[in-house]
């Protein structure tokens, strides 16, 4: 069966302020996100291996939002820590600003429920008028109740 955006979203991994101002430190505070609530063994690897991915195939922001990412078998399950930043995290190779950063840990055996959830994603990331709700959200429930309801069949 496949994976609904909602079983990836935790409150526990949703960082509304940000303070990184550079992508890889943006990846590693998001990945802290994730080792606290201990959904992942090797936190310093893991941030690694996105950042290597990053620095090999730059992720692109479009409408402020982007999705670094990595396949690995450091976690057991899709992992997703989401951190937002009102002035935004420069990515990529042209150093467009992120106000989005959908973090995906991806297990090798799950790349095909990686591609749903990304899809997902990306169609919400896509509506100005939830980009605009996400970034006036005050509290990480708030946040991931807009994305829950921008995931239904009459959201988004």
Known sequence: MAIA???LLDTRHVKLGLRSRTAETAIRELVAALAASEHLSEPDKFAEQVI?????NPSMVESGVVFPHAR???VEKIQL????KASG????SNGARANFIFLIGVP???VSDYLVAVGALARIARNDVVRRELL???TPEAFLEI???ASSPEGA
Do not use: N
């Open 5 to 7: 955006l909602a079983d």
């Open 52 to 56: 290597a991915r990053e620095q090999s």
């Open 72 to 74: 690995t078998d450091l």
């Open 81 to 84: 820590a989401i951190g937002r």
């Open 89 to 92: 995290v420069p990515f990529g």
């Open 108 to 110: 090798q055996r799950l």
């Open 136 to 138: 006036r959200a005050t």
């Open 147 to 149: 994305l829950r309801s």
